[in-house]
């Protein structure tokens, strides 16, 4: 079965929509499974920059049929604007499917979303507050309103009258603010509807049928690794699971579906919003990162938090994700650096931990057990193959791939797609 899935191994934002786009020309079908428009997949082609966040970054090129799977949640408003962001940029949109079981996200889950964080004070999760935890939670307690839904006004209106009753108390009760009402809210979601109603389809079919017939599947993940609900640094994550499983669920296909598992992965480590990150570095050295590595989110704007590469995040990575390769990033962000460092092992009370620790305590007060090894300090924005990487930039991937335990096979040197090592060893 010619799939492949590409996921992010570490807090996202590992550059993926790069990748997407170095894999477009092999692809027929490129299907986002899970997560929302919390992502936000930066994509370079030629002189023009997309920041995509719902849309698959395959939407891009003509030849690809975009897919919007049924573990994805959809904001219909946000969506719409998106096509039409890219349609006024002259990229067709009418070639995209989407699934009638994907969620969707109502006005009153963005609302929740930024009431529970302003309520969590100090306990933040630092989310993109645009209602995806909130909806995933009405998904999970089979309350959900889901595409489909908005096919039928009947049914449609059945549903939202369910929820504000329960949230209409939530908002007044709790949180003190205005109800929501529903006229207004029906008349804008079934105004969505018209649009969106020929691009609703089976999509599970679709995808099959593309794998039937020898069709290249690409399987788009968003978020990372620890971000994922049920392996990630809980409850610092999103609510769904961006892990290479999540597409089986999310898409509707087996784990047979995929022979290549490739983790993209960025040569230091960032994460966005709140929770622990043990080689965070607040220092100068994280602000370098910062600065040329250009980290301020693609979704809200927001400074990401950097730090040294995490070999037990990576190795953790690797065995969830059945990696059979890694696509390294950003490796030209570390040319600042006269020394690297690299996280081996965690230390905590006196136990030094190689694998991800079973306990959130323990992961919360890690201390990193760092290697350090000599920087090249050189530009290396211009090397295409293996040889053109100085020494220790050639050693310092071989020591990554050697802790993590997968085969790094590319490095991207630059964010232009043409900024790339192919590796042959
Ligand atoms: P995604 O969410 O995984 O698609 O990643 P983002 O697009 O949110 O963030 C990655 C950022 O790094 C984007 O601004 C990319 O243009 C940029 N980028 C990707 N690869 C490289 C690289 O190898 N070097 C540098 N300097 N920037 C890169
Ligand atoms: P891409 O696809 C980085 C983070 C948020 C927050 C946590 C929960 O671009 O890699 P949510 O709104 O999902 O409930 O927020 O997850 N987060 C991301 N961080 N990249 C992303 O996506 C993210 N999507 C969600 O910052 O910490
Ligand atoms: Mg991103």
Known sequence: MPGIALVGTQWGDEGKGKITHLMADQMDMVVRYSGGNNAGHTVIVGSETFKLHLLPAGILYSHIVPVIGPGVVVDPKVLLDEMDALEARGVATDRLVISGNAHVIMPYHREIDHLTERRLGKMKLGTTKR????????????????VQDLLDPKIFTAKLEVNLREKNLLLTKIYGRLPMKIDSIIEEYLGFADRLTPLIVDSVSVVHEALEDGKNVLFEGAQGTLLDLDHGTYPFVTSSNPIAGGLCTGAGVGPKAVDRIIGVTKAY???????PFPTED?????????????????????????GWFDAVIGRYSARLNSLT???????????????IKICTA?????????????????FHHAEPIYEEMPGWRSDIGGAREW????????????RLEQLVGAPIT?????????????RTI
């Open 325 to 339: 390769e890694i696509f390294l990033t950003k490796l030209d962000v570390l040319s600042a650096f006269d020394s």
């Open 269 to 275: 480590i960032t994460r966005v919003g709140e929770g």
């Open 410 to 422: 590319d490095i991207s040197v630059g964010p232009e797609a043409t900024e790339v090592v192919r």
């Open 131 to 146: 209602g995806i935890g909130p909806c995933y939670a009405d998904k999970a307690s089979r309350i959900g309103i889901r």
């Open 346 to 362: 965690y230390q905590y009370n006196g136990q030094k931990f190689e694998n991800f620790p079973p306990h959130q305590t323990i």
């Open 387 to 398: 040889d053109d990487l100085p020494e220790n930039a050639q050693n310092y991937v071989r």
């Open 282 to 306: 607040r220092g100068s050295d994280g602000l370098e990162m910062v600065q040329r590595g250009k980290e301020f989110g693609a979704t809200t704007g927001r400074q990401r938090r950097c």
